[in-house]
Structure formats: structure tokens, C-alpha cells
């Protein structure tokens, strides 16, 4: 008796034990990448934390000089100002890959700086960006480049804009992409969640076994409507939602009657159990009275559960706008989707944004179904 | 008006809750149910108006067989049957007017109430029924805002509503206290005096010989007893109650 416990009690160690090596094993676990791919997680972290919502209108001065290259291919420029907005090259011409340094003295503060070169033919070139410091000076190394050379006797210009940002601070337009993102999502959890409840209300009452599994069709009603709901709950949302793109291709609507169909399940369970656990005194009462079948569900039963059921809606809107977010991700539209389009092209700033609307969106939901069902008990 | 004949109800566990009871009830009586929890009383209410189908036997209500009749009749006949319970059995969230105006499913417009819409005589006559016992000012609250007297009495205006010629009362009073007792059997009473017939199970006998005209009672689902309530003397009593009753008896009678 003793030995068999033991021998149980080593045997299921050891099965625990290989479970865990064999999951440790496909899953690849290195925690230690946790710590060494640190530096990673926090320029990502950063981006995530300064989302793009707001921008400001953009002033841009622009101040330029001729820079002739090589030397003596064409004339410099004449006279340098020593006041008011100005750029002092340290040269004032140069030979090609030679290297100057060029300095900006009472341009705009604490703007973003572009230095290019306009070349004789008109077209621009960017060759770097700076900033200003508090006193509209910024100072930086350029590189007289072989492509900068003078044309019959035209020079180059080295132009130099000055970004200052200026008037009140309006939504970006990331921002106006995630909210009509996150309308689709949150509109496309109610509309799922108001045709499934359309649905599933009515299909619930013949899956309640205080109303239906009377007799054997009743009997036999109840065990299908059971059937059909378990069925159907046991797909998950986006293995349903990849079936119906194949069926609708990609976007919002096929997303939309993914959830709409584990909606139908899942609120259609739940519903049946409230009409399975009402008061059946007040039923008995109406039947009584020689009210008919479906005026004793109007009378008796319906009033007993609308606060539930409608709690339910709520709860399951709540839940949708969640997987209807996740199953934007694969292709369904909504914020999901824009999400991944985001990640995809590595605007974290961006994603940010989006995940930040998802954020405060869930939380929303969740604070508003907990306080529709705290007032309807 | 009503004979009973027969009639024993097996339960689908294999209880045995009615034996070949038989009995008659004639028009306009106050007819007492009486025995010990358990004896069978709100089983033979119900096989009355079919919330429980009997097993054997046969009931008449004015010679039209309640027992054979198909859904339709039987919701016919139903409707000239009212029934009040001992859990009063409203609607809580529902408004006092609606538990009243529900007594009249029977009668109104199937389409119209489906939808909730009420005649304006339909409210009017469930104002009536609620001013009968004496909560009118009651109709917009909602029936779980009442205490439980007003809500037996919403029970019994919603069985007026049906314009019945016979109530049965499983034990209208067992919930709530002897003064309030006494004042639904009072309404009970009036509407008996009105001419409607009433059938009533009841615990206590001072209450039974206060109102009954006529006692049925029953012990192990058998009728033991039919008479007035002065014929249940000691011995008639122990065999109702059984041998261990004596004391409450007399704390009761
Ligand atoms: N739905 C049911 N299924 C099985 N047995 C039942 C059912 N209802 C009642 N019984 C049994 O039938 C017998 C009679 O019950 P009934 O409720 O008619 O008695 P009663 O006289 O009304 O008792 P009480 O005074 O407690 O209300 C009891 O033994 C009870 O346990
Ligand atoms: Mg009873």
C-alpha cells in the first residue's frame, strides 16, 4: 500500500518534470534575452510612451548663400552680414571632399534646422538635420561633395530652413486614423453584438429547459438549440474570423460576422441560463390565469430577465470591442489592423497611438458594463 | 360545481402525493383544505386547474371534464379559475398595475398585449380590482416595493381580474402574520359572499372554524375527513395530526 503510493507519487514527479523540460524545450525559453535585448525594449518603450497625437503648424524660414565648388568656378558670396538671421561657412569656398564647418547665428530658436544644397540645376539635396539652440545657433561639419560642383559659372547654394512650430496644438493625423480605426472597431462590435442578441434572444428561451423540454419535440428542441450553441463556442473568434475571410475576403465584415456567429453562441448560453434560473412562481401564476404560452414568456418570464439580458449585451459589446481589435490584427480592419499596419512599418510612435486608444478604450468599456450591471441588480 | 373523483396524482420520483380522493363542492361554499405539510393539499389544488396533470381520476367543474381537456379548453376553463399562493407569486419588477392587468391574459386582445398596449376599461377594471382590497393608490409602484399583505393582495386583485367563479388559495396566509391573516381571508371572505365558490388549504384550525363552511382534510394523500369544522373533535383531530399534535392543538384552537 505504501510502496504503490510512493512509487504513484515518483511517477507523477517525474511526468511533471518531463512536461515542464518538453515545454521549456518548444517554446525556447531564454530568459535571459529578457535582460540582454533591454536596450531594444526601451527605444521601443519610448516610442510606445510619446504616442503621436498632437502636432502644430510649421513656420519655415529659409536663409542661403552661394558656395562656390571647386574654388574660383564661380564668385563667392559678396558680403557676409554680421546681424540678423545669417550663416557663416568657415570658408567661403572649397575644393571637392574638402570639409568646412558651418555655423547659423539668430535664426529661429529651438527649430528644427535642414541644411541642403541647391544645386545650378535646381534640384535639392539634403545633407543633414540639426537643431537650434535657444539662441537660433546651431553649428555643424558639411562635406563639399563632388556632385555640388559649379555649373557654367553658377555655384551651389547651400540653403538652410528653419522648422519652428508655432500657433495651438491640433490632433495629428495619426490621431484622426486611429479614432475612425477605432470606430470601425467599436461599431463593429455593436453591430456583431446587436444581431447576435437579435438572434440569440429568441433561440435562447428554446434552449431553456423550464420552457421547452416539454414532451418530445420540446425535448428534442432544447437538446438541438444546446447542440448548436456548444458547437458553435467551441471555435474560437479568429479561427471563425479566418474562415469568413476566405468566404468575404478581408476587412471589417467578415470580422463582424465572425464575432456576430460566437456572439449568438455565447450570449444564447448565457441567456438561457437566466431563463433557466428565474422565479417560476410567477410563470405558474400566469399559466394559471389561462394566459397563453407566449404571453405567460411576455408576462412571467420576460420581465424576470431584460436586466440580465441586457447586462449581458453590454458585457459581451465589451468583450467584442477585444476581439474584434485582435481579429483586426489578421486582417479584419478597425484598429487592429491599422495597429499592424503600423508595426509593420516600424512606426512605433504610431503604433502607439493605437495602442493607447486600445488602452483606454477597453478600460472604458469595461468601467461602462460594470456600471450598467451594477445598476440593473 | 366541482366534483373530484378519484383522483390520485403519482409524482414522476414515484411519491404518491393524492389516493383516490374524491369529493364534491358545491356552489358558493368556503371549502377548507386542511392537513399536516406534506399531506398533499397544494398537489390536489393544483390537479384542480391542471398545473398538475393527474394521474388517475377524473374533476368536473360544472360537468365539463377539466382532466380531458385539450390546451385550448383547458386555458378556457383556467381563465374562470382564479388561484392565489402562498409566495403571493408576482412578477417583482413588474408594476403592481401590470401583475393586475396579467390576470386578464385570458380575455384581452392577444396581439395587443403582447405588446404591452392596455385598454383604457381594461385598466380601468384592474383599478377597481386593486380598490376592492383596498390598495388602489398602489398601482404604479413595483410589486417588490410592497409588504407582504399588499402583495397577497395584488394576488387576489389579479384573480379578480379573471372574473372567476372559483378561486383556489393554497395557503394565501402560511407567509404572513395572524393579523394580516385575518384580513386576507376577510377578502376572501366578501368575494365567497359575492357568490364566487372558494377553495383554500390553510394551517390553522381557528382560522379553519373562523371561515370554513366545509372541511376537507387529508393525511398522507388520503382523504380522512369531509364535514363542517365543529364535527373535527379530539379524536377526529389526532387522526388528522397524528397521536404528537396534542399540544399545538391547544395552543391553536
Ligand atoms: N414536484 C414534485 N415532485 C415530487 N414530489 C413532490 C412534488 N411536489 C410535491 N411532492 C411530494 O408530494 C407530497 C405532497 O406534497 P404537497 O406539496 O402537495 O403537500 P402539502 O400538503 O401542500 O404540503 P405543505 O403544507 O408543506 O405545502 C409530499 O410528499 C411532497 O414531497
Ligand atoms: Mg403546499
Same mark, same amino acid.
Given at each position: 500500500?505504501?510502496?504503490?503510493? *510512493? !512509487? %504513484? &507519487?515518483?511517477?507523477?514527479?517525474?511526468?511533471? /518534470?518531463?512536461? =515542464?523540460?518538453?515545454?521549456?524545450? $518548444? @517554446?525556447?525559453?531564454?530568459?535571459?534575452? *529578457? !535582460? %540582454? &535585448?533591454?536596450?531594444?525594449?526601451?527605444?521601443? /518603450?519610448?516610442? =510606445?510612451?510619446?504616442?503621436?497625437? $498632437? @502636432?502644430?503648424?510649421?513656420?519655415?524660414?529659409?536663409?542661403?548663400?552661394?558656395?562656390?565648388?571647386?574654388?574660383?568656378?564661380?564668385?563667392?558670396?559678396?558680403?557676409?552680414?554680421?546681424?540678423?538671421?545669417?550663416?557663416?561657412?568657415?570658408?567661403?569656398?572649397?575644393?571637392?571632399?574638402?570639409?568646412?564647418?558651418?555655423?547659423?547665428?539668430?535664426?529661429?530658436?529651438?527649430?528644427?534646422?535642414?541644411?541642403?544644397?541647391?544645386?545650378?540645376?535646381?534640384?535639392?539635396?539634403?545633407?543633414?538635420?540639426?537643431?537650434?539652440?535657444?539662441?537660433?545657433?546651431?553649428?555643424?561639419?558639411?562635406?563639399?561633395?563632388?556632385?555640388?560642383?559649379?555649373?557654367?559659372?553658377?555655384?551651389?547654394?547651400?540653403?538652410?530652413?528653419?522648422?519652428?512650430?508655432?500657433?495651438?496644438?491640433?490632433?495629428?493625423?495619426?490621431?484622426?486614423?486611429?479614432?475612425?480605426?477605432?470606430?470601425?472597431?467599436?461599431?463593429?462590435?455593436?453591430?456583431?453584438?446587436?444581431?447576435?442578441?437579435?438572434?440569440?434572444?429568441?433561440?435562447?428561451?428554446?434552449?431553456?429547459?423550464?420552457?421547452?423540454?416539454?414532451?418530445?419535440?420540446?425535448?428534442?428542441?432544447?437538446?438541438?438549440?444546446?447542440?448548436?450553441?456548444?458547437?458553435?463556442?467551441?471555435?474560437?473568434?479568429?479561427?471563425?474570423?479566418?474562415?469568413?475571410?476566405?468566404?468575404?475576403?478581408?476587412?471589417?465584415?467578415?470580422?463582424?460576422?465572425?464575432?456576430?456567429?460566437?456572439?449568438?453562441?455565447?450570449?444564447?448560453?448565457?441567456?438561457?441560463?437566466?431563463?433557466?434560473?428565474?422565479?417560476?412562481?410567477?410563470?405558474?401564476?400566469?399559466?394559471?390565469?389561462?394566459?397563453?404560452?407566449?404571453?405567460?414568456?411576455?408576462?412571467?418570464?420576460?420581465?424576470?430577465?431584460?436586466?440580465?439580458?441586457?447586462?449581458?449585451?453590454?458585457?459581451?459589446?465589451?468583450?467584442?470591442?477585444?476581439?474584434?481589435?485582435?481579429?483586426?490584427?489578421?486582417?479584419?480592419?478597425?484598429?487592429?489592423?491599422?495597429?499592424?499596419?503600423?508595426?509593420?512599418?516600424?512606426?512605433?510612435?504610431?503604433?502607439?497611438?493605437?495602442?493607447?486608444?486600445?488602452?483606454?478604450?477597453?478600460?472604458?468599456?469595461?468601467?461602462?458594463?460594470?456600471?450598467?450591471?451594477?445598476?440593473?441588480? | 360545481?366541482?366534483?373530484?373523483?378519484?383522483?390520485?396524482?403519482?409524482?414522476?420520483?414515484?411519491?404518491?402525493?393524492?389516493?383516490?380522493?374524491?369529493?364534491?363542492?358545491?356552489?358558493?361554499?368556503?371549502?377548507?383544505?386542511?392537513?399536516?405539510?406534506?399531506?398533499?393539499?397544494?398537489?390536489?389544488?393544483?390537479?384542480?386547474?391542471?398545473?398538475?396533470?393527474?394521474?388517475?381520476?377524473?374533476?368536473?367543474?360544472?360537468?365539463?371534464?377539466?382532466?380531458?381537456?385539450?390546451?385550448?379548453?383547458?386555458?378556457?376553463?383556467?381563465?374562470?379559475?382564479?388561484?392565489?399562493?402562498?409566495?403571493?407569486?408576482?412578477?417583482?419588477?413588474?408594476?403592481?398595475?401590470?401583475?393586475?392587468?396579467?390576470?386578464?391574459?385570458?380575455?384581452?386582445?392577444?396581439?395587443?398585449?403582447?405588446?404591452?398596449?392596455?385598454?383604457?376599461?381594461?385598466?380601468?377594471?384592474?383599478?377597481?380590482?386593486?380598490?376592492?382590497?383596498?390598495?388602489?393608490?398602489?398601482?404604479?409602484?413595483?410589486?417588490?416595493?410592497?409588504?407582504?399583505?399588499?402583495?397577497?393582495?395584488?394576488?387576489?386583485?389579479?384573480?379578480?381580474?379573471?372574473?372567476?367563479?372559483?378561486?383556489?388559495?393554497?395557503?394565501?396566509?402560511?407567509?404572513?402574520?395572524?393579523?394580516?391573516?385575518?384580513?386576507?381571508?376577510?377578502?376572501?371572505?366578501?368575494?365567497?359572499?359575492?357568490?364566487?365558490?372558494?377553495?383554500?388549504?390553510?394551517?390553522?384550525?381557528?382560522?379553519?372554524?373562523?371561515?370554513?363552511?366545509?372541511?376537507?382534510?387529508?393525511?398522507?394523500?388520503?382523504?380522512?375527513?369531509?364535514?363542517?369544522?365543529?364535527?373535527?373533535?379530539?379524536?377526529?383531530?389526532?387522526?388528522?395530526?397524528?397521536?404528537?399534535?396534542?399540544?399545538?392543538?391547544?395552543?391553536?384552537?
Amino acid at each position: 500500500m505504501k510502496t504503490s503510493r *510512493l !512509487f %504513484r &507519487n515518483a511517477l507523477i514527479t517525474t511526468l511533471v /518534470i518531463a512536461a =515542464f523540460v518538453v515545454s521549456y524545450n $518548444v @517554446t525556447d525559453a531564454d530568459f535571459g534575452k *529578457l !535582460f %540582454r &535585448n533591454l536596450p531594444n525594449g526601451q527605444k521601443l /518603450i519610448t516610442d =510606445f510612451l510619446t504616442p503621436d497625437v $498632437v @502636432t502644430r503648424d510649421v513656420e519655415t524660414r529659409t536663409v542661403s548663400i552661394a558656395f562656390p565648388v571647386p574654388c574660383d568656378s564661380a564668385p563667392a558670396e559678396a558680403d557676409l552680414p554680421d546681424n540678423g538671421p545669417r550663416l557663416v561657412p568657415s570658408v567661403n569656398c572649397a575644393n571637392p571632399l574638402e570639409k568646412f564647418t558651418l555655423e547659423g547665428f539668430d535664426l529661429e530658436p529651438d527649430s528644427e534646422v535642414v541644411i541642403r544644397w541647391k544645386l545650378p540645376d535646381e534640384r535639392t539635396m539634403t545633407a543633414i538635420r540639426t537643431n537650434t539652440d535657444a539662441e537660433g545657433y546651431f553649428t555643424f561639419e558639411v562635406e563639399a561633395r563632388p556632385i555640388i560642383a559649379s555649373a557654367n559659372g553658377v555655384a551651389s547654394r547651400l540653403e538652410v530652413d528653419t522648422l519652428t512650430p508655432v500657433g495651438k496644438f491640433k490632433p495629428s493625423p495619426t490621431l484622426k486614423e486611429v479614432l475612425d480605426a477605432m470606430f470601425v472597431t467599436i461599431f463593429m462590435a455593436l453591430l456583431s453584438t446587436t444581431i447576435a442578441t437579435f438572434i440569440a434572444a429568441p433561440l435562447s428561451f428554446l434552449a431553456a429547459s423550464n420552457i421547452t423540454r416539454r414532451g418530445l419535440i420540446g425535448s428534442a428542441v432544447y437538446y438541438l438549440m444546446r447542440f448548436i450553441f456548444n458547437v458553435l463556442r467551441a471555435y474560437d473568434p479568429l479561427s471563425m474570423a479566418l474562415l469568413f475571410a476566405f468566404w468575404l475576403t478581408f476587412g471589417p465584415f467578415p470580422g463582424a460576422m465572425a464575432l456576430t456567429v460566437v456572439t449568438i453562441a455565447s450570449l444564447g448560453k448565457l441567456f438561457s441560463e437566466a431563463v433557466e434560473n428565474i422565479d417560476p412562481g410567477p410563470v405558474e401564476a400566469l399559466q394559471a390565469t389561462g394566459a397563453s404560452p407566449i404571453h405567460v414568456v411576455r408576462y412571467g418570464v420576460l420581465p424576470q430577465v431584460v436586466p440580465d439580458f441586457i447586462s449581458y449585451i453590454v458585457y459581451h459589446w465589451d468583450i467584442n470591442v477585444r476581439i474584434s481589435t485582435i481579429i483586426g490584427f489578421v486582417g479584419g480592419g478597425g484598429i487592429g489592423y491599422l495597429l499592424n499596419l503600423y508595426i509593420n512599418d516600424f512606426k512605433w510612435n504610431q503604433a502607439g497611438t493605437a495602442i493607447w486608444a486600445i488602452v483606454i478604450v477597453v478600460w472604458a468599456m469595461d468601467f461602462l458594463s460594470a456600471e450598467v450591471r451594477k445598476r440593473l441588480t | 360545481m366541482l366534483r373530484i373523483q378519484n383522483v390520485s396524482k403519482t409524482y414522476p420520483n414515484g411519491t404518491q402525493a393524492l389516493k383516490n380522493v374524491s369529493f364534491d363542492v358545491k356552489d358558493g361554499e368556503f371549502l377548507v383544505v386542511i392537513g399536516l405539510s406534506g399531506s398533499g393539499k397544494s398537489t390536489l389544488l393544483r390537479c384542480i386547474n391542471r398545473l398538475i396533470d393527474p394521474t388517475e381520476g377524473q374533476i368536473f367543474l360544472d360537468d365539463v371534464d377539466i382532466t380531458a381537456a385539450p390546451p385550448a379548453k383547458l386555458r378556457q376553463i383556467r381563465r374562470k379559475i382564479g388561484m392565489v399562493f402562498q409566495q403571493f407569486n408576482l412578477v417583482k419588477r413588474s408594476s403592481v398595475m401590470t401583475n393586475v392587468l396579467s390576470g386578464r391574459l385570458g380575455y384581452v386582445n392577444p396581439w395587443t398585449s403582447l405588446i404591452g398596449l392596455w385598454s383604457a376599461d381594461e385598466k380601468k377594471r384592474a383599478i377597481e380590482a386593486l380598490g376592492r382590497v383596498g390598495i388602489a393608490d398602489k398601482a404604479g409602484a413595483r410589486a417588490d416595493a410592497l409588504s407582504g399583505g399588499q402583495q397577497q393582495r395584488v394576488g387576489i386583485a389579479r384573480a379578480l381580474m379573471q372574473e372567476p367563479n372559483l378561486i383556489l388559495a393554497d395557503e394565501p396566509v402560511a407567509s404572513l402574520d395572524p393579523v394580516l391573516s385575518h384580513s386576507i381571508l376577510q377578502y376572501l371572505e366578501q368575494l365567497n359572499k359575492e357568490g364566487i365558490t372558494v377553495i383554500c388549504s390553510l394551517h390553522f384550525l381557528d382560522l379553519v372554524h373562523r371561515y370554513a363552511t366545509r372541511v376537507v382534510a387529508l393525511k398522507d394523500g388520503i382523504k380522512v375527513f369531509e364535514g363542517s369544522a365543529q364535527e373535527i373533535d379530539r379524536a377526529r383531530f389526532k387522526e388528522i395530526y397524528g397521536e404528537e399534535a396534542q399540544e399545538v392543538r391547544a395552543a391553536s384552537v
